[in-house]
């Protein structure tokens, strides 16, 4: 067990298995204004406990980060909970070339390194990892983003549905920007504000719609300054939260959706159809309907 006050951090370690300083530098690309362990020069970092992500190739990618990132022999802590990529992270520091103690405590796994590792094996896990253009959906993603290699079914359903909008509008929680390359096709959209909690999402974005119309924002929806008179918002509301099903989450964001429009503005959204949004949306808006209903997903046109 490392015994001392991390400095940078990635994510939110449990504070029960962590001790981070309250000037704490983070790393995670969720949380908006965060720093990225890409742009650090090599091996300047002088420590870091890292929260590992679940996913396999972005978990690979952001030790592969660190360990690039961190000064030869500098502390280096990686944990997560065991059933959510915990238990991989020493095998995962072993195909890094990185040697690790392992230790388990109140249902994460731990392991405790130091900087440095083989450089090639780096290399490849980065490149793995990173931003690639994927031919079949002619976007930009990275893995770790929301449903990265492929265009979400509740997305796909909405894209269906949706006509061609008008005005100035929003997409909140914008993905790679799915939704809002097909709302520029319409020239009657004037400007389209986008935005994201997760950074690479938003890099993914900027990427994938070059249009002088469209604004970027990282930042989460919810604290960010509330977008007036807005003639539309088109979304794919987030409803799970640190993987876990978060209904909360989705009705704030309609909620959300109804202060930044003007009167007579429209709300396009679509939701898995177990999700309880009609009592949100109904005293919201002067009229809000079910448009269809297909393959598990409703798409909602609300009008405010
Ligand atoms: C269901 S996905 C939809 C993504 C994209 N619009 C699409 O259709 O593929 C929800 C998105 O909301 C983002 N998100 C989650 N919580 C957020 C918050 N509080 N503020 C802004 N974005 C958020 C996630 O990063 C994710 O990209």
């Not at 015994?3 to 995670?28: C, H, K, W």
């Not at 992500?53 to 660190?66: D, H, I, S, V, W």
């Not at 690039?68 to 991989?88: E, I, N, T, V």
């Not at 440095?116 to 490149?127: K, M, N, Q």
């Amino acid at each position: 067990m490392i015994r001392m006050e991390f400095v940078n951090i990635y994510g939110a370690p449990p504070p029960d298995l962590v001790e981070v300083s309250a000037t704490a530098m983070q790393f995670s690309p969720l949380v908006p204004g965060a720093a990225d362990l890409a742009a650090l020069p090599e091996a300047s970092l002088e420590s870091l406990a890292m929260l590992a992500p679940p996913g396999t190739l972005e978990r690979r990618y952001a030790l592969a980060q660190a360990l690039r990132r961190l000064a030869p022999g500098a502390p280096f802590m990686a944990l997560a909970p065991k059933d959510k990529g915990g238990a991989r992270i020493a095998g995962d520091l072993t195909a890094l070339g990185c040697p690790y103690l392992e230790t388990a405590r109140r249902h994460h796994r731990l392991c405790v390194a130091k900087g440095g590792g083989d450089p090639a094996a780096i290399a490849t896990l980065i490149e793995e990892g990173g931003p690639r253009f994927l031919q079949n959906l002619g976007l930009w993603s990275q893995p770790g983003v929301f449903s990265w290699d492929r265009i979400d079914p509740g997305s796909a359903a909405l894209l269906h549905h949706l006509p061609a909008l008008s005005g100035a509008g929003a997409d909140f929680g914008c993905g790679i920007g799915a939704l809002a390359r097909d709302v520029l096709r319409s020239s009657s959209v004037v400007s389209l504000a986008l935005l994201d909690i997760d950074r690479r999402a938003i890099d993914m974005a900027k990427r994938n719609i070059v249009d002088p119309r469209a604004r970027f924002q990282w930042a989460d929806v919810l604290k960010a300054d509330t977008l007036a008179g807005l003639d539309f918002v088109v979304m794919n509301p987030p409803f799970h939260e640190g993987g876990v099903e978060n209904q909360a989450l989705g009705q704030s964001f309609i909620r959300r959706a109804a202060a930044s429009l003007r009167t007579g503005g429209v709300c396009w959204l679509t939701a898995n159809r177990h999700l309880p949004y009609e009592a949100i949306l109904k005293p919201l808006f002067r009229h809000a309907s079910v448009v269809a209903e297909t393959n598990g997903y409703k798409i909602f046109q609300a009008r405010k």
